[in-house]
């Protein structure tokens, strides 16, 4: 027993060898919604010379909620970013800078892990003072 709940483009009735067919698409569930992921932080900023700045990861799965246990893939781009002292923790980098050239240079945090849609995040370096 089916009932239809809207109607599609795709969707239609069709006559075949004098029998009537309903057709229509399959409809999105929240299970064909990606898996997803974020990068947390209180600000995007690293200062010069001053302690690190943590970024954290968290996944969702496909209706929202926080899922635990994945093992997140951490890289950064940019100009200059292995000047930058970085630190891996389990659902976190630590990125910390001690270098004058590193000054007004923007990076690209980016995130990923097996089956989520990858993420990513600007963040630059700033003078304390």
Known sequence: MMTQDE???NDGYYVVDNNGYWLCDIPTTKNDLPLTCNILCDDPVV??????TAFVSQF???SGEIVSGVIP????SGDYYDLLDI???ENAVLISAN???LINRQFILRLE??????AELKFVVKSFM
Do not use: M, R, S, V
């Open 87 to 89: 630190i891996f923790e």
């Open 113 to 118: 892990a097996d089956g989520y849609e990858p």
């Open 99 to 101: 270098n004058k050239k």
């Open 73 to 76: 893939t951490w890289k950064i």
């Open 60 to 62: 969702l799965d496909a």
């Open 47 to 52: 200062y010069n010379e001053i302690e690190q």
């Open 7 to 9: 109607q599609h483009e």
